[in-house]
């Protein structure tokens, strides 16, 4: 091969490799902004005095004084439509049976999107849960809330060869002749002196407890649970996985035991993480009863089984590569094999096996499927160290995927989806970080 065609290959080697680079990041762009974005809308947004009234009452966050005034200035406008609503309620008595019964199956829409702005309306039962004793405690949700509010929603099915396309009525339309047509502007001009929003910045969504699965509060639980799940996976895999890994090193003779060790570790890598769930029920919750049922212990050894195969390769690579004229000097000095490895082998192969430890680390914090049988709950406080042998805990990945896709409001609470993402990687970060610096100071030792 000629110099020139060596040098056109090598550009365009370089070029390919530049042009992955890019596509790499810009994808990672694409992923991590609208998370991070979306995430940090779930500590920054301007909110109600709903939510307000929400963080006094349950969390005891607020200055009473100032909410009271609050409430009081807000009580004014919101009076006037409990007036409104009282006096079309009188005329409805009033009125001849069918225009009665339209116009009551008319009304019962407004009532219900007025509860959903501003809570429980005058007459309404005390309500049960939460959810249903606050209005919208975002301001952007309540501008929703209002479009449902002013307009009701209609399909038009005419056209049989097209899909059928959404449009929107007024709702005040339906109210003409009527006392309660004046409620739709007067709610649409006054929606802020009614919900009184305001910047706010919320860090108890990170340091307070759910309430009403998601609807309300913070997620601590769900990033403590990951904290214990992660960290104690790595307790019982990092040491096994040196201990094979030095077993493998330094002891094992070639041969078919050896042989099947090593492909079993290899297919083990690859084998599909909701069998390890699986696994971990049948093993260690049915068969050894590390606990009654689901519990963190039960949940860190199924993910310490999970990512051990990563870990016994990555530090039989570090040890491997370590120069045996380390060992043969130590050796050579009088010192025994077990010495060597401990003094010698294995202090010069950390640097490399803290690499392998920081990767399974990250992906214990995130995995979901391994933790769905044995250690997460959908709802649940937060957990004491004296707790994890026995109790199951919330945790980030898990609650991801339960919120997206199975809770009944899905829609409502999308900033909290994002709020839990962010803090997710956030925590594998930093943990990754941790273990960085941490390598980074055991090598500036080992270099002197």
Do not use: C
């Not at 209609?154 to 339309?173: C, G, I, L, T």
């Not at 949940?299 to 570090?318: H, V």
Request: hydrophobic letters at 45%; aromatic letters at 10%.
């Amino acid at each position: 091969m000629n110099v020139g065609t060596r040098k056109i290959l090598d550009r365009s080697f370089t070029a390919v490799g530049i042009g992955s680079i890019v596509v790499m990041g810009i994808a990672l762009l694409i992923v991590i902004v609208p998370i991070v974005f979306n995430g940090m809308g779930s500590v920054f947004f301007t909110g109600t005095i709903e939510h307000r009234n929400m963080l006094y009452n349950e969390f005891g966050k607020g200055n009473s004084d100032v909410l009271a005034r609050e409430n009081a200035a807000a009580g004014a406008y919101r009076r006037e439509i409990y007036s409104m609503l009282s006096k079309f309620e009188a005329e409805l008595e009033s009125m001849e049976p069918e225009k009665q019964q339209e116009l009551r199956a008319q009304y019962g829409p407004v009532r219900t999107a007025l509860q959903a702005l501003f809570g429980p309306l005058p007459g309404d039962p005390e309500a049960v849960l939460t959810r249903y004793k606050y209005g919208q405690t975002r301001w952007d949700k309540a501008q929703e809330k209002l479009h449902e509010f002013l307009y009701e929603a209609k399909w038009d099915y005419s056209d049989p060869n097209a899909m059928a396309k959404e449009y929107f009525v007024s709702r005040a339309a339906g109210f003409e002749g009527t006392s309660l047509v004046k409620l739709f502007p007067y709610v649409e001009k006054n929606l802020d002196r009614l919900l009184r929003p305001e910047f706010t910045v919320y860090w108890g969504f990170l340091t307070d407890s759910s309430v009403d699965s998601h609807i309300f509060g913070g997620i601590w639980p769900e990033i403590q649970g990951t904290f214990f799940l992660a960290v104690g996976a790595m307790l019982f895999a990092f040491p096994l996985g040196v201990i094979a890994a030095v077993y493998f090193t330094e002891y094992a003779q070639d041969g078919f035991f050896t042989s099947m060790l090593r492909s079993a570790n290899s297919t083990l890598a690859g084998v599909p993480s909701i069998v390890f769930g699986l696994f971990g029920l049948a093993f260690f919750i049915n068969t050894l009863k590390v606990s009654e049922s689901k519990s963190v212990l039960a949940g860190s050894l199924t993910l310490a089984i999970m990512i051990l195969p990563t870990i016994i390769r990555a530090a039989e690579e570090a040890i491997l590569s370590v120069p045996k004229t380390y060992k043969e000097a130590s050796l050579s000095l009088g010192s025994t094999k077990w010495n060597t490895i401990m003094t010698v082998i294995l202090p010069a192969a950390l640097p490399g096996i803290l690499t392998g430890g920081v990767i399974s680390l990250g992906r214990a914090a995130g995995e979901t499927a391994p933790i769905i049988f044995t250690a997460a709950v959908s709802v649940g406080s937060a957990i004491g160290l004296a707790d994890v042998f026995s109790s199951p805990t919330p945790a980030l990945s898990w609650n991801i995927y339960n919120l997206a896709s199975e809770h009944e409001a899905a829609a409502e609470i999308r900033h909290v989806q994002y709020g839990m993402v962010l803090a997710l990687v956030g925590i594998v970060l930093l943990l990754n970080l941790s273990a960085i610096l941490l390598r980074a100071r055991i090598s500036k030792k080992l270099k002197g």
